[in-house]
């Protein structure tokens, strides 16, 4: 008898966890839920720097992984000054040669 009344006392407590845990989880999802777009703006009158700033614009997920994966590879966290989108399309394989060549001739002293 003793052992069904804790029984059901453990299964009561899990029950009111679990409800705590979803409740904060549905609050998290409402912080992370995309905002209601604001009322259109004539084309005319927006500047092509903002165009540009909102096309842009990387997600928080995004930044945390590259983050993570920036302290995952130095051993520390690290302080990300700057993230910005590659130019989609066709890469000019000059330029890309140039750039690895440029990134070989740095000497990066490790700390072991």
Do not use: C, Y
């Amino acid at each position: 008898m003793a052992k069904t009344q804790s029984m059901t006392a453990l299964l009561a407590e899990l029950n009111e966890r679990l409800r705590d845990l979803d409740e904060r989880v549905r609050g998290l999802e409402a912080k992370l839920s995309p905002q209601p777009a604001p009322a259109p703006v004539a084309a005319a009158s927006v500047p092509v720097a903002e165009k540009q700033a909102e096309e842009e614009q990387i997600e928080p997920e995004i930044l945390m992984v590259i983050a993570a994966a920036v302290a995952a590879f130095m051993g520390h966290k690290a302080k990300i000054r700057r993230v910005r989108r590659s130019i989609s399309g066709g890469v000019n394989p000059w330029a890309q040669q140039g750039r690895v060549s440029i990134q070989a001739s740095h000497s990066v002293g490790w700390a072991r």
